[in-house]
C-alpha cells in the first residue's frame, strides 16, 4: 500500500507561507502527477512528468512549481500560499506516458495530502 | 480540451439494488476510460476500465459500457453493498496524452 507515497499528510499553515510536499513512487514508473482536489471533490490535475521531464503544465499559477529530482521523485512548492490553495493535492503515477498496453495507463494515486491555509 | 460530464451527482439506493452512473466525453479522439473510487478520506483506486476498442468489459458486480458514437460510457454495480458507499469518478484520455480529465462525481450512498 506504499507504492505511491506522500508527505506530510497534513499540513495547516498561513497565508503567505512558502511551503513543499514530497511524492515518492516505488513502481518503477516514468510519469509522475499533481492532482488538485477541492472542497467540491473536483480532481483537476496540475502538472504532469515522464522522466524527470515536464511534459503537462495545466493552467495554475506560477506561485506552483513542481520538481522532479528523479524519475520516482516528484515534489511540489508552492510560494505566497493564498486562502484559495486548500485543498487536497494527489500525487499519481502510472507506468508510461506513451501507451502501448493497456496496463500502463492506470494511475496510482498517493494518500493525498490535505493543505488548509488560514 | 476533454471535457468530461458525469451524473448524477449524488445517488442513494438500497442494498442490493442496482446503480448506474454515467459519463460523456467531448473529444472523440478519446481512447480510454477509467472509473475510480474513492471512499471518505481516502485516495481515489481504480475500480475498471475500458479502452475505446471494446464495447463492454464486466468484473464481478462492476460492469462498464461505451458508446463511442454517443461519446458516453456507463458504470453499472449490481447487488449493491455498504461498503460500495463512495465516491466514484469517471474519466477520459484524449489520444496521445498521459493525463485524464476527471468527471465532477457521484456520491454513492447504499443504505442497508
Known amino acids: 500500500d506504499t507504492a505511491v507515497s506522500q508527505t506530510p499528510k497534513y499540513l495547516v499553515t498561513q497565508m503567505g507561507n512558502d511551503k513543499s510536499i514530497k511524492c515518492e513512487q516505488n513502481l518503477g514508473h516514468d510519469t509522475m502527477y499533481w492532482y488538485k482536489q477541492d472542497s467540491k471533490k473536483f480532481l483537476k490535475i496540475m502538472f504532469s512528468?515522464?522522466?524527470?521531464?515536464?511534459?503537462i503544465n495545466e493552467t495554475v499559477p506560477n506561485r506552483f512549481s513542481p520538481k522532479s529530482p528523479d524519475k520516482a521523485h516528484l515534489n511540489l512548492h508552492i510560494n505566497s500560499l493564498e486562502l484559495g490553495d486548500s485543498a487536497v493535492y494527489f500525487c499519481?503515477?502510472?507506468?508510461?506516458?506513451?501507451?502501448?498496453?493497456?496496463?500502463?495507463?492506470?494511475?496510482?494515486f498517493g494518500p493525498g495530502t490535505r493543505l488548509l491555509v488560514l | 480540451g476533454e471535457n468530461v460530464e458525469q451524473h448524477p451527482s449524488t445517488l442513494s439506493v438500497q442494498e442490493g439494488d442496482s446503480a448506474v452512473i454515467k459519463c460523456t466525453y467531448s473529444d472523440s479522439a478519446s481512447n480510454y476510460f477509467p472509473w475510480y473510487k474513492q471512499e471518505l478520506g481516502k485516495r481515489p483506486q481504480l475500480i475498471i476500465d475500458i479502452r475505446s476498442n471494446v464495447g463492454e468489459k464486466k468484473d464481478q458486480r462492476i460492469a462498464v459500457t461505451l458508446n463511442k458514437t454517443a461519446k458516453h460510457f456507463s458504470l453499472h454495480i449490481t447487488e449493491t453493498q455498504p461498503e460500495d458507499t463512495a465516491v466514484y469518478f469517471c474519466a477520459a484520455r484524449f489520444q496521445g496524452y498521459s493525463t485524464l480529465t476527471f468527471g465532477k462525481g457521484t456520491m454513492l450512498l447504499v443504505s442497508p
Open positions: 512528468y515522464n522522466n524527470k521531464e515536464l511534459i
Open positions: 499519481a503515477s502510472s507506468q508510461a506516458a506513451s501507451f502501448v498496453l493497456a496496463a500502463q495507463e492506470t494511475q496510482y
